[in-house]
């Protein structure tokens, strides 16, 4: 039987290793586009992609060619946050728009109710309602706005609750639909308030890079807030009738498969919060794994018969928050049970370097990516952004292997409350591994096997990583307090 454990246990790190190959091939791939993307910029200026605000169309106040649906899904969201986000897009310097606030199975009437107030002193542009027994959370609640919103609405457009968009959000948007012909457009999410600048500089990557390099390819996936659709390209999939935690990644997929055009439009437009705590960065971090997971098991066999241009693009988003550490760490605390194993035991003994090398090369390879992205970035925040990627590693490695379960299709808001002091801080699943890799750092020393030491030890140091990063996420949060 401990043969049969063990022979399956070896196929295993090598499956592992394999799919850890092409995903930091993916990875590296998008790199290489970014940069021969601004080799051929440099080349030829003239005709550079919009990158910053002076590149983009004039964004002029009053009327324009698009009305505006916007819609704000909330559920157990603090009421000054909402309200505050309410405000930002009523003081839109664009007309021609309506806003419809969906608050969906919130039961505490002290949290939606401020909210319901506030909206009844607007006037007639903004609409509020509480809706109980809604199913497929956020995208059940997207469903219910978009058939509420008013018959004139040419797009939809998503924001969600703790975001404050920008005065010429709207108009901008419009002049960019009115010049091209895109069925949607995404802005870039990033984050407001002081500190934390290592967790800005890590969400960030994913525009940076992963979106950058998708746009160039047109096939851009959606990310779910500060997003513009045509709403005849919403009702020709059906509306949000999606069957995974990332609504927005599997809609913006389905649009392109239809063959809709997409466009990133790699300039803020607003700005959000974020997670207060490391268990609440985790918490969101594996929804979008999980999310990202069903859409590409759900999708897998569409995905593959894409055009070979639009493959990589596709596979890079999906998996980009992916990591496969979790079967490497398990392997080498097993390895003493299978000693005297024989012939199994020399395949073994290469299984165990392979599982070592996967996290050392995961390790060295998440900075020199990091400090690649980050060209122009000061060392002090590659390391900032590095300590928070690498204490990520541990939980998003547990979510990639679960990805498929039935209790990872559960939704797990983020918890945006700054004065809930119940809120759970820090991580067992961090302290988890590094007490695995402590185990493995004693077994290395015992084998006499240096590379089993290092990487045990990399493993541990995801632990002092987390409080490193939740010490600055505190400090983001008291931030608010004060203010």
Same mark, same amino acid.
């Given at each position: 039987?401990?043969?049969?454990?063990?022979?399956?246990?070896?196929?295993?790190?090598?499956?592992?290793?394999?799919?850890?190959?092409?995903?930091?091939?993916?990875?590296?791939?998008?790199?290489?586009?970014?940069?021969?993307?601004?080799?051929?910029?440099?080349?030829?200026?003239?005709?550079?992609?919009?990158?910053?605000?002076?590149?983009?169309?004039?964004?002029?106040?009053?009327?324009?060619?698009?009305?505006?649906?916007?819609?704000?899904?909330?559920?157990?969201?603090?009421?000054?946050?909402?309200?505050?986000?309410?405000?930002?897009?009523?003081?839109?310097?664009?007309?021609?728009?309506?806003?419809?606030?969906?608050?969906?199975?919130?039961?505490?009437?002290?949290?939606?109710?401020?909210?319901?107030?506030?909206?009844?002193?607007?006037?007639?542009?903004?609409?509020? *309602?509480?809706?109980?027994?809604?199913?497929?959370?956020?995208?059940?609640?997207?469903?219910?706005?978009?058939?509420?919103?008013?018959?004139?609405?040419?797009?939809?457009?998503?924001?969600?609750?703790?975001?404050?968009?920008?005065?010429?959000?709207?108009?901008?948007?419009?002049?960019?639909?009115?010049?091209?012909?895109?069925?949607?457009?995404?802005?870039?999410?990033? *984050?407001?308030?002081?500190?934390?600048?290592?967790?800005?500089?890590?969400?960030?990557?994913?525009?940076?890079?992963?979106?950058?390099?998708?746009?160039?390819?047109?096939?851009?996936?959606?990310?779910?807030?500060?997003?513009?659709?045509?709403?005849?390209?919403?009702?020709?999939?059906?509306?949000?009738?999606?069957?995974?935690?990332?609504?927005?990644?599997?809609?913006?997929?389905?649009?392109?498969?239809?063959?809709?055009?997409?466009? *990133?439009?790699?300039?803020?437009?607003?700005?959000?919060?974020?997670?207060?705590?490391?268990?609440?960065?985790?918490?969101?971090?594996?929804?979008?794994?999980?999310?990202?997971?069903?859409?590409?098991?759900?999708?897998?066999?569409?995905?593959?018969?894409?055009?070979?241009?639009?493959?990589?693009?596709?596979?890079?988003?999906?998996?980009?928050?992916?990591?496969?550490?979790?079967?490497?760490?398990?392997?080498?605390?097993?390895?003493?049970?299978?000693?005297? *194993?024989?012939?199994?035991?020399?395949?073994?003994?290469?299984?165990?370097?392979?599982?070592?090398?996967?996290?050392?090369?995961?390790?060295?390879?998440?900075?020199?990516?990091?400090?690649?992205?980050?060209?122009?970035?000061?060392?002090?925040?590659?390391?900032?952004?590095?300590?928070?990627?690498?204490?990520?590693?541990?939980?998003?490695?547990?979510?990639?292997?679960?990805?498929?379960?039935?209790?990872?299709?559960?939704?797990?808001?983020?918890?945006?409350?700054?004065?809930?002091?119940?809120?759970?801080?820090?991580?067992?699943?961090?302290?988890?591994?590094?007490?695995?890799?402590?185990?493995?750092?004693?077994?290395?020393?015992?084998?006499?096997?240096?590379?089993?030491?290092?990487?045990?030890?990399?493993?541990?140091?995801?632990?002092?990583?987390?409080?490193?990063?939740?010490?600055?996420?505190?400090?983001?949060?008291?931030?608010?307090?004060?203010?």
């Amino acid at each position: 039987m401990m043969k049969w454990i063990l022979a399956i246990s070896i196929l295993a790190v090598y499956a592992n290793t394999l799919v850890f190959v092409v995903s930091w091939g993916l990875k590296w791939s998008v790199l290489f586009v970014n940069w021969r993307k601004n080799r051929q910029q440099a080349a030829a200026p003239v005709e550079e992609t919009l990158t910053t605000r002076a590149d983009y169309p004039a964004a002029s106040a009053g009327r324009g060619t698009a009305y505006f649906s916007v819609h704000l899904p909330t559920h157990n969201e603090p009421p000054d946050i909402v309200i505050k986000t309410i405000d930002s897009i009523l003081a839109s310097n664009y007309d021609d728009f309506e806003l419809l606030v969906i608050d969906n199975n919130t039961s505490d009437p002290d949290l939606w109710m401020p909210v319901s107030d506030h909206c009844m002193e607007k006037g007639a542009r903004l609409r509020f *309602y509480h809706c109980m027994n809604v199913t497929n959370a956020k995208a059940g609640a997207l469903d219910i706005a978009l058939e509420l919103r008013n018959r004139r609405a040419t797009h939809i457009v998503i924001v969600d609750a703790d975001y404050t968009v920008d005065k010429d959000f709207l108009s901008r948007a419009s002049n960019l639909l009115a010049q091209n012909e895109y069925d949607y457009i995404q802005f870039p999410q990033s *984050y407001r308030g002081q500190g934390a600048a290592g967790l800005k500089y890590e969400l960030g990557l994913y525009f940076a890079t992963v979106t950058r390099a998708a746009d160039a390819a047109n096939t851009m996936l959606l990310t779910g807030t500060l997003s513009v659709i045509a709403v005849k390209a919403l009702r020709t999939l059906g509306g949000w009738k999606t069957s995974t935690l990332t609504e927005d990644a599997e809609i913006g997929l389905q649009l392109h498969m239809r063959g809709f055009r997409g466009r *990133y439009i790699a300039q803020s437009a607003g700005a959000g919060l974020l997670p207060f705590t490391f268990f609440d960065l985790e918490k969101q971090r594996e929804r979008w794994i999980h999310g990202n997971f069903q859409v590409l098991t759900r999708y897998f066999m569409r995905i593959m018969t894409v055009k070979k241009t639009y493959l990589v693009p596709i596979l890079s988003q999906l998996s980009a928050w992916f990591a496969f550490l979790l079967i490497p760490m398990v392997f080498m605390l097993l390895i003493p049970l299978f000693a005297g *194993y024989r012939p199994l035991s020399n395949a073994a003994a290469w299984a165990l370097a392979v599982s070592a090398a996967t996290i050392i090369i995961d390790f060295v390879s998440r900075f020199v990516f990091i400090r690649l992205s980050a060209m122009g970035t000061k060392l002090a925040e590659v390391l900032d952004t590095f300590v928070v990627s690498w204490a990520l590693a541990g939980r998003s490695s547990l979510a990639t292997f679960t990805g498929n379960l039935p209790a990872s299709r559960i939704f797990h808001r983020t918890n945006k409350s700054i004065c809930d002091e119940s809120a759970a801080v820090h991580s067992t699943t961090t302290a988890m591994v590094a007490v695995l890799g402590g185990m493995a750092v004693l077994q290395g020393l015992l084998m006499a096997q240096p590379w089993v030491v290092v990487a045990g030890a990399l493993s541990v140091l995801m632990l002092p990583f987390q409080w490193l990063t939740s010490r600055r996420l505190l400090r983001y949060r008291n931030h608010f307090r004060v203010h």
